[in-house]
């Protein structure tokens, strides 16, 4: 059973609300270089950039269960007002997965990385084709035209950097989407307001400590 099939198998995993059943760990191992994950110049950014937290978002566009934690983070991060949320486009699920993700990252390069991001998230379901996903995406006003050459000109660095987030998920262990790191701590789960705004106060805590 590979781990796509696996993550499929655990939906109560994935929506389980309370931070004592959720699969919580050090983020970052020994080996692994911190730096490089959490500022990466090409990777976006959203939120506050000068935030006193960080959360790494590991995920993919036809993971349905980062589609059901990504409200409740955004709720999150704005209500809250001191995070850093950085956005790890880790496509693991498919060459729909890819596509999507190169959309994001090419309208990164018109300053519309979190517009896209967020049409690519709402849309319902797994297995989404490329077809619906350029659908929605042009649905959320970015300049389709330009997002299509930016794709091909920039297809290199869209590459290394998709490259980098694969590394660095396998540097980190990780097995599937979603994964969030949280301040010092890794969750590999889906989370609910309650369960992000929780696992954001102990990460503070422990910061402090």
Request: hydrophobic share 45%; proline share 6%; glycine share 8%.
């Given at each position: 059973?590979?781990?796509?099939?696996?993550?499929?198998?655990?939906?109560?995993?994935?929506?389980?609300?309370?931070?004592?059943?959720?699969?919580?760990?050090?983020?970052?191992?020994?080996?692994?270089?911190?730096?490089?994950?959490?500022?990466?110049?090409e990777v976006p950014v959203s939120g506050n950039p000068k935030g006193d937290?960080?959360?790494?978002?590991?995920?993919?566009?036809?993971?349905?269960?980062?589609?059901?934690?990504?409200?409740?983070?955004?709720?999150?991060?704005?209500?809250?007002?001191?995070?850093?949320?950085?956005?790890?486009?880790?496509?693991?699920?498919?060459?729909?997965?890819?596509?999507?993700?190169?959309?994001?990252?090419?309208?990164?390069?018109?300053?519309?990385?979190?517009?896209?991001?967020?049409?690519?998230?709402?849309?319902?379901?797994?297995?989404?084709?490329?077809?619906?996903?350029?659908?929605?995406?042009?649905?959320?006003?970015?300049?389709?035209?330009?997002?299509?050459?930016?794709?091909?000109?920039?297809?290199?660095?869209?590459?290394?950097?998709?490259?980098?987030?694969?590394?660095?998920?396998?540097?980190?262990?990780?097995?599937?989407?979603?994964?969030?790191?949280?301040?010092?701590?890794?969750?590999?789960?889906?989370?609910?307001?309650?369960?992000?705004?929780?696992?954001?106060?102990?990460?503070?805590?422990?910061?402090?400590?």
């Amino acid at each position: 059973m590979d781990r796509r099939t696996l993550l499929a198998l655990l939906p109560v995993v994935a929506l389980a609300p309370a931070l004592l059943s959720l699969p919580i760990e050090e983020a970052f191992a020994q080996g692994v270089d911190p730096n490089a994950i959490l500022n990466d110049p090409e990777v976006p950014v959203s939120g506050n950039p000068k935030g006193d937290l960080t959360i790494v978002a590991f995920l993919d566009y036809n993971c349905p269960f980062c589609k059901k934690a990504e409200p409740d983070l955004t709720r999150l991060v704005k209500a809250d007002g001191r995070i850093r949320l950085v956005h790890k486009d880790w496509p693991i699920l498919g060459d729909a997965s890819v596509y999507g993700a190169q959309l994001a990252l090419a309208a990164k390069y018109q300053g519309r990385y979190d517009e896209v991001h967020r049409a690519l998230m709402a849309i319902p379901g797994r297995k989404i084709p490329k077809e619906r996903m350029l659908e929605a995406v042009a649905a959320s006003g970015v300049d389709v035209a330009r997002l299509e050459e930016d794709r091909k000109a920039h297809q290199g660095e869209i590459a290394a950097l998709l490259q980098r987030n694969l590394d660095q998920a396998d540097a980190l262990g990780l097995q599937g989407t979603p994964v969030f790191l949280i301040g010092q701590l890794k969750v590999a789960a889906a989370l609910d307001y309650d369960g992000f705004r929780q696992a954001v106060a102990q990460a503070r805590a422990r910061g402090r400590s």
